[in-house]
């Protein structure tokens, strides 16, 4: 089975901090995603990278990074962090297959920026 | 521009029966797949199914099944049996067939499976 783990599932900050919200799955899967999730708005795409050290922005980039060095780990970064980021981040992999291959979830990282 | 609609924001079933959720979908990509999702209170989004936009055949797994309806652009999911651990979100999405393309999921549906 895909294992998607996310470092966290819930996570307290505070405005104006750095914070990393770490990924990693273990099917060797070319392809990550970052969404954040809020009430009323459905899942938003951040971030996605279809390789390592490549990155594409998303639906909602702005005050987000990524990283990936490796295949495996796929990091995404509130550079200041503000409360306006307070949701539920989840991250996702999957295989490049054209159209065919689901997504595979962690379980998600409920933050709160105070 | 590809579009998932879900109507149903909400949904009441009694256990032990079947329920069908509704999804329509808009895309101008000739091939594309569709996706079932469902994501308990706990907040993890689970994989239930997949249906291909040149399947012939309806795609089943365990107790659930897709009624996809391709000239209608329907990707029903029926789930036989409920139970009270289906209680949940469920999101449908799809994904079209060019490089780059990423998912679209739709706003999802509370299902509630009363005892």
């Known amino acids: 089975d895909v294992k998607v783990t996310q470092s966290s599932r819930y996570l307290v900050k505070r405005t104006g901090e750095k914070v990393f919200l770490e990924c990693v799955q273990d099917m060797d899967h070319e392809n990550m995603f970052w969404y954040r999730q809020d009430p009323g708005l459905g899942l938003r795409l951040i971030y996605f990278?279809?390789?390592?050290?490549?990155?594409e922005k998303g639906d909602i980039p702005e005050g987000y990074s990524v990283s990936r060095e490796k295949k495996e780990r796929f990091s995404l970064i509130l550079e200041s962090a503000s409360t306006n980021q307070t949701s539920m981040y989840l991250c996702?992999?999957?295989?490049?297959?054209?159209?065919?291959?689901?997504?595979?979830f962690g379980d998600g990282t409920r933050l709160s920026i105070l | 521009a590809q579009k998932i609609t879900q109507t149903q924001p909400g949904m009441f079933v009694q256990e032990k029966e079947a329920v069908t959720l509704d999804c329509t979908y808009d895309?101008?990509?000739?091939?594309?797949?569709l996706f079932w999702y469902k994501q308990p209170s706990s907040g993890e989004m689970i994989f239930l199914i997949y249906q291909g936009s040149y399947d012939q055949q309806n795609a089943t797994e365990g107790r659930y099944s897709l009624n996809f309806q391709k000239a209608r652009k329907s990707a029903n999911l029926v789930i036989s049996a409920s139970q009270l651990g289906d209680s949940a979100m469920y999101f449908c999405?799809?994904?079209?067939?060019?490089?780059?393309?990423?998912?679209?999921f739709g706003p999802g549906t509370r299902l509630s499976v009363l005892p």
């Open positions: 999405a799809m994904r079209g067939d060019n490089y780059g393309q990423n998912f679209v």
């Open positions: 996702a992999s999957s295989l490049p297959d054209r159209g065919h291959q689901p997504q595979h």
């Open positions: 990278s279809y390789d390592v050290k490549m990155k």
């Open positions: 895309t101008s990509d000739p091939s594309y797949g």
